[in-house]
């Protein structure tokens, strides 16, 4: 078993880097929208009224109503697309079939989970949520274990996608989750999903050149990422929402799903300021990778990416120096992913066993202290992680980046991203494709 600071990034895209909605990807693929309306039969999936996939959320007179806080989302249940029955049996001989994005699962859990009930596994990973969606629809693989974003829900349902899950297998949902994520806004009464991992949006930073006190005693700490102290060592991921939702909080317009023209424009501004200050860089592993091994000083950062950081530290470089910077009042970005099985899935009974297993104390708190990513368990004290040793010997989170933990309270304060209307989604990358021409 190599030790994490041993680890080192596969050929493919890393953590939560499938976020990535580059130019090329948006010339190169059709929208998950376009995809999923192109593989519709006629009378079902994203034809329709939005009250045939689902109650709540906002109605936009499309086919599925959008999820959001403030409006969540019971989703239909087809006649057609039925949950399994209870008490079956796990199907013999099988070969798990996960699909995820790379580095994103510790294969010594999958492996333990299939040793304990007789069964291979095989992970296949996907770039972006477009190629995802297109493998899922055209049957390319039948995948048991699918990881999509909640911004997703509603073209998976309507185009039924996912399957409903039968909570009798799933006894540890109850029982270890947080309840703010058994019934998220996304999936009331997660009729089709569990959750994963959660995670909030900050900077990274490195410790060594940016002192803690300075940048907690910060007016505004997004200032920070457009500080010519740090020209040519600023960066933001190549992740239109989460650029463009930190430019809005920098100035100060907390609706980070906005669909008002002239607040785009306002941020389009903003980041192109951004390169004539600092000459910002966009990447997709800068927080979790180039940070740690000293090709930034400061970086838009989700939590799970700075504090798996330590992992590729370079040979001159302390894992002390790295720092996460999040609002105090938790005022800030926070997200969650989940784990579903997909409507043509071969070993559903095995998936449903998978699903209880991942949410398990001891798988979740394992697989963290690999993937660097939180799970919302109940008995994961926030107020111990950053002193409770993991497998590696090492906390989970460093004391120093206590900022990192996630809490329950997170979701009641924090600013989730929902999906956006297609019009909306467009004006959105409008303004990052003009950003992008201008940055590195």
């Given at each position: 078993m190599a030790h994490p600071r041993e680890r080192r990034p596969g050929s493919g895209l890393s953590r939560r880097e499938f976020l990535m909605r580059?130019?090329?990807?948006?010339?190169?693929?059709?929208?998950?929208?376009?995809?999923?309306?192109?593989?519709?039969?006629?009378?079902?999936?994203?034809?329709?009224?939005?009250?045939?996939?689902?109650?709540?959320?906002?109605?936009?007179?499309?086919p599925y109503p959008i999820a959001t806080a403030d409006n969540p989302v019971t989703w239909t249940i087809y006649d057609d697309v039925p949950p399994i029955a209870d008490g079956l049996k796990?199907?013999?001989?099988?070969?798990?079939?996960?699909?995820?994005?790379?580095?994103?699962?510790?294969?010594?859990?999958?492996?333990?989970?299939?040793?304990?009930?007789?069964?291979?596994?095989?992970?296949?990973?996907?770039?972006?949520m477009d190629e995802a969606l297109t493998k899922i629809r055209t049957g390319e693989l039948?995948?048991?274990?699918?990881?999509?974003?909640?911004?997703?829900?509603?073209?998976?349902?309507?185009a039924k996608l996912m399957q409903p899950l039968n909570h009798s297998y799933l006894d540890h949902l109850e029982e270890n989750v947080w309840p703010q994520l058994i019934s998220p806004y996304y999936d009331q009464g997660s009729r089709y999903s569990v959750p994963y991992v959660v995670y909030t949006t900050g900077v990274?930073?490195?410790?060594?050149v940016v002192k803690d006190q300075d940048i907690y005693g910060m007016s505004n700490p997004f200032d920070i990422l457009f500080d010519p102290a740090h020209k040519g060592r600023s960066g933001v991921y190549d992740s239109y929402r989460d650029t463009m939702a930190m430019s809005l909080l920098h100035l100060g317009n907390e609706d980070v799903n906005t669909d008002k023209q002239a607040d785009i424009d306002a941020v389009e501004a903003d980041l192109i300021g951004m390169i004539d200050a600092v000459d910002v860089r966009y990447s997709i592993n800068g927080a979790y990778k180039l940070l740690p091994e000293?090709?930034?000083?400061?970086?838009?950062?989700?939590?799970?990416?700075?504090?798996?950081?330590?992992?590729?530290?370079?040979?001159?470089?302390?894992?002390?120096?790295?720092?996460?910077?999040?609002?105090?009042?938790?005022?800030?970005?926070?997200?969650?992913?989940?784990?579903?099985i997909p409507t043509t899935a071969e070993h559903p009974v095995l998936a449903h066993e998978f699903l209880n297993f991942m949410l398990s104390f001891p798988a979740a708190m394992d697989n963290f202290a690999?993937?660097?990513?939180?799970?919302?368990?109940?008995?994961?004290?926030?107020?111990?992680?950053?002193?409770?040793?993991?497998?590696?010997?090492?906390?989970?989170?460093?004391?120093?980046?206590?900022?990192?933990?996630?809490?329950?309270?997170?979701?009641?304060?924090?600013?989730?991203?929902?999906?956006?209307?297609?019009?909306?989604?467009?004006?959105?990358?409008?303004?990052?494709?003009?950003?992008?021409?201008?940055?590195?």
């Open positions: 580059s130019l090329g990807a948006a010339v190169a693929l059709p929208s998950a929208s376009a995809i999923l309306a192109a593989c519709s039969k006629p009378g079902e999936g994203t034809t329709g009224s939005a009250s045939t996939v689902g109650t709540g959320g906002v109605d936009l007179g499309g796990i199907e013999e001989g099988a070969t798990l079939q996960l699909y995820n994005w790379d580095q994103y699962i510790w294969k010594k859990q999958v492996e333990k989970f299939c040793e304990g009930v007789g069964c291979d596994y095989k992970i296949t990973t996907f770039q972006n039948k995948f048991d274990i699918f990881f999509p974003t909640t911004d997703t829900f509603g073209k998976l349902v309507s990274a930073y490195r410790r060594n000293n090709q930034y000083d400061v970086h838009l950062s989700w939590s799970g990416d700075i504090a798996a950081g330590w992992f590729y530290v370079s040979k001159d470089t302390a894992y002390e120096d790295l720092g996460y910077w999040f609002p105090e009042d938790r005022r800030g970005m926070i997200g969650s992913d989940t784990m579903v690999w993937v660097g990513y939180q799970p919302p368990q109940n008995d994961a004290d926030p107020d111990t992680l950053t002193t409770t040793k993991s497998v590696w010997g090492e906390p989970y989170i460093f004391p120093w980046m206590e900022a990192a933990v996630v809490r329950k309270e997170d979701f009641e304060r924090g600013l989730p991203q929902w999906e956006l209307t297609p019009d909306v989604d467009d004006m959105w990358h409008d303004a990052w494709q003009n950003f992008r021409a201008g940055a590195k």
